[in-house]
């Protein structure tokens, strides 16, 4: 399964190369904006922009309401394997 995650490029650290900071949830990774950025478009028109993160590359450039969105249904599902974690935990082991 592959699961890109939604982060807001804060800085361009390597204009020639298109490596930017992106901040994923307060935690800033350097990730690639090869697959977003057009030819003629300077790389610094991605400042501020949210983009969709898989293994390092900017998938694509996605809207703040969808990064939104996709940031909450990922904590709701954190919590539900948090709440599936502990009921496993406290549940008696299976005879066999």
Do not use: N
Request: aromatic fraction near 2%.
């Amino acid at each position: 399964m592959c699961l890109g995650i939604p982060g807001q490029v804060v800085e361009i650290t390597d204009a020639s190369r298109k490596l930017a900071l992106v901040d994923i949830g307060g935690v800033r990774r350097q990730v690639s904006l090869e697959c977003v950025v057009e030819p003629e478009q300077p790389v610094d028109s991605c400042l501020g922009k949210w983009v969709l993160v898989h293994v390092g590359f900017a998938m694509s450039i996605i809207q703040e309401t969808e990064a939104a969105a996709t940031l909450k249904i990922l904590a709701e599902l954190g919590e539900l394997q948090q709440e599936l974690s502990a009921m496993q935990a406290a549940s008696p082991p299976a005879e066999g």
